[in-house]
Every structure is written in C-alpha cells, then in structure tokens.
C-alpha cells in the first residue's frame, strides 16, 4: 500500500549519541519535509526536500541534518543528540501545490 | 511574514451543537489553506483544501480574503469530531505554516 513510513516510533538515547531517524514514502513524491512538534504544540520545518539532491533548512532552526539521495527516503540525522533535541519529528510528503501532504506517525525521540 | 493563528486552544462543546473553529492568516500572495485533523493515535491527516470547496465528515470552511479568515465549521458535532485540529497555509512551492493547533471535545 502506498504510504509513507517512519522508524522508530519511539526512542530514548543518552546525550551525546549519533541518532538518524527513518522516513520513506511509496507515493512517488517529489517533495518530502520534516517538522519538529513539541507536545499541543505547532509544528516548525526544520528541513525540506524538491527532490533527489535537492535539501533546505526550514523556518525553524536545527542542528539535524538530511539527506535525499533516492526520491523514497529522506533520513534525519543528529550527530550529537541532547536533552533540548527531545521533541516529535513528523516526516511528511507531497506531490505539488494544493495537494496537501501526507505525513508519517512521527518519531517520539527522547534524550536523556 | 506568513502567519497562521488559532486564537482558541480549547474547545468544548455538546453533541449536537454547531462548531466553529478559528483560523486566521497573514500573506500578502495568494493563499493555499488547508485544515489537518489528528485523532486520538493516529497520524496527522488532511481533512479540507480550500480549493476543492469540498464538505468533509460535515466540516466546511470557506475562505474569506477580506477578513483573512479560514474558519472550519460543522452544524451539528459529532463525538467522533473530538480531535486536534491544525489549519495550514501553503507558501512558495507549498511549505506549509501550521497554527498552534485548536483541541475539540465533543461532550455527550
């Protein structure tokens, strides 16, 4: 079934661990995002992709990085994860304009 | 700077009763408005654009660019319509900016 995943669903890991959070679609979608939700919070873009090596940073600043080296998978990676990168990152992806996106079940990271 | 505002955090209201939920937005372009619902464990999902003028689970909402306003409403509420309801403005190449989110009971 097209749809677009993401691993894990949840994970708690010691600061300063290297982490890369899993997310890939199955629609064919150019553009892929992450945003970062804190609990009955807004979502911020912290990253965007138009398509295969195409990345840009979103609205709200990170120290994540991605990548976009096949139009399914677009992982988020943070090379030294601490307490304020506890959060929930939601992946999501679209065809185009007025299409609206479809997004993933999110990943609920938590550092301690 | 685009801004999506949900003046209303919570919501409450009685099975049967209409629901108007909130959602006013800054832009000076021309806006793509959508509403995203997200039900007790699920994921974040589209409920309405505005440029399919489309009734959803019997929510409209219709954009008024006079008021900057993009209200979702519904006659009679449902308890199944309990849920966290995000409305979303669409800018340059569709990046979405979301609203701080509205959370609606529906009381028995």
């Known amino acids: 079934e097209a749809d677009i995943y993401q691993t894990p669903r949840y994970l708690v890991i010691g600061t300063g661990k290297k982490i890369t959070l899993e997310c890939s679609q199955t629609?064919?979608?150019?553009?892929m995002y992450w945003y970062q939700q804190d609990p009955g919070m807004e979502l911020h873009l912290i990253h965007y992709?138009?398509?295969?090596?195409?990345?840009e940073k979103g609205d709200l600043s990170s120290e994540s990085t991605v990548s976009r080296i096949r139009t399914e998978h677009f992982p988020l990676t943070l090379e030294s994860a601490r307490p304020s990168h506890t959060s929930q990152y939601l992946c999501?992806?679209?065809f185009g304009t007025g299409d609206g996106y479809t997004f993933g079940s999110g990943t609920r990271l938590t550092v301690v | 700077a685009q801004r999506v505002t949900q003046p209303e955090k919570l919501l409450s209201v009685f099975k049967g009763a209409p629901v108007e939920l909130k959602c006013n937005y800054s832009y000076s372009g021309s806006p793509e408005l959508f509403w995203y619902v997200q039900y007790s464990r699920q994921r974040l999902q589209l409920l309405l654009r505005h440029i399919s003028r489309e009734s959803i689970k019997g929510f409209t909402a219709d954009l008024n660019k006079g008021e900057t306003s993009f209200h979702l409403k519904k006659p009679f509420a449902q308890e199944e319509d309990s849920a966290m309801y995000y409305c979303?403005?669409?800018?340059?190449?569709?990046?979405?900016?979301f609203g701080q989110g509205t959370r609606l009971t529906i009381n028995p």
């Open positions: 992709s138009y398509g295969v090596n195409s990345t």
């Open positions: 999501a992806s679209s």
């Open positions: 979303a403005l669409g800018k340059g190449a569709q990046k979405l900016v």
């Open positions: 629609m064919g979608h150019d553009k």
